[in-house]
């Protein structure tokens, strides 16, 4: 298991520009990175959209884990991957390790195929910052 | 372990409030949300069943100054008191810095503020944590039944069942009226904080 890392300034400075870089200016309109106990590491909109992101971040968590939960109970060790779908903002959680995870706030013009793409991609470049 | 972004210069410190079902856990976080509601900026988060118990928790954030240029931001959480909840208490336990143990003080619930301290011990051991050394707060709640002739057990008696061994600071209580519910809460941010400047500061 991947140790809970201490995170630097510049580091964090990193994970912003990623998350501003790879998904808001995809057109998502509020990304959150987050931990599994519900804190909030970044989070980034596209000025335009406002939410009550420290129980946004609590509900996730709480969310996640229980969805593992249940996935530990059909003899999954995870669903990595979490979509819930609204009329028009959707929501996609992706685990990024034991200790990361990450949401995407989008709206319908955007397709949920890009997201994944997008989420993917992110991950990738949020790994190489937090752990290397 | 306390939660710190050094880039935003801020603190999240968790606390749970755990205790046997229908205990006063969520009726502790109405009151302070009452009463701080002025000051609290967020909506207190209520995930329960339609039958008014606490499902899987309630979640209430605000934020209490600065320490050392750091704001410090306390989130208190409860965890569902029913027995057959234990996989749901054990995930909001994750990332705990504080407990206020909400015992029911009623007669016919000796039994289950027992077992539910026991159970905590187990739940925190499963993620490293000792009960022993974890800031925590004993609360002996519904005090305010006497009057209505309710039998309760006497403080003393909730001393020797559940802090005779633990030793930490303990208050009667009714979550209901208000009685001691700051006092506590008080108390339990206060070893929080300071146990976290010790680790940190």
């Known amino acids: 298991m991947k140790k809970y890392p201490i995170l630097t300034e510049k580091q964090l400075d990193a994970i912003d520009e990623v998350l501003q870089q790879k998904l808001i200016k995809a057109g998502v309109r509020n990304v959150m990175l987050i931990d599994m106990a519900g804190n909030t590491i970044s989070k980034q909109d596209n000025g335009q959209f406002k939410i009550d992101t420290l129980s946004f971040a609590a509900l996730a968590a709480g969310n996640f884990a229980a969805v593992e939960a249940m996935a530990k109970l059909v003899g999954e060790s995870e669903f990595a991957l979490l979509f819930h779908r609204g009329e028009t903002a959707s929501v996609h959680f992706s685990k990024i390790d034991q200790n990361f995870l990450l949401i995407t706030m989008f709206q319908k013009d955007i397709s949920l195929g890009i997201i994944r793409l997008k989420v993917t991609d992110t991950i990738d470049a949020l790994n190489k910052i937090i752990y290397n | ?201």
């Open chain 2, 1 to 201: 372990m306390a939660f710190i972004n050094i880039k935003t210069k801020s603190v999240q410190v968790k606390i749970v409030y755990y205790g046997p079902g229908r205990g006063g856990k969520t009726a502790n976080l109405e009151y302070i949300y009452q009463k701080y509601r002025s000051s609290i900026t967020t909506e207190m988060v209520s995930l329960k069943t339609h039958d008014d118990r606490t499902l899987f928790f309630d979640f209430l954030p605000f934020d209490v100054g600065k320490i050392k240029g750091y704001d410090v931001s306390i989130q208190l959480y409860t965890v569902p008191g029913q027995v057959k909840y234990n996989a749901t208490r054990k995930l909001v336990l994750k990332g705990v810095d504080g407990i206020v143990f909400v015992a029911d003080a009623m007669v016919e619930q000796r039994k289950s503020n027992i077992e539910s301290l026991n159970q905590l011990r187990e739940n925190l051991e499963s993620y490293n944590l000792n009960i022993n050394t974890i800031p925590l707060v004993m609360q002996y709640n519904k005090y305010d039944l006497k009057d209505a002739g309710v039998p309760l057990l006497s403080p003393q008696i909730m001393q020797q069942d559940l802090n005779s061994q633990l030793r930490v600071p303990a208050f009667a209580a009714s979550a209901l009226a208000g009685g001691n519910v700051v006092a506590t809460l008080k108390k339990i941010i206060s070893l929080t904080l300071s146990s976290i400047q010790d680790q940190i500061f």
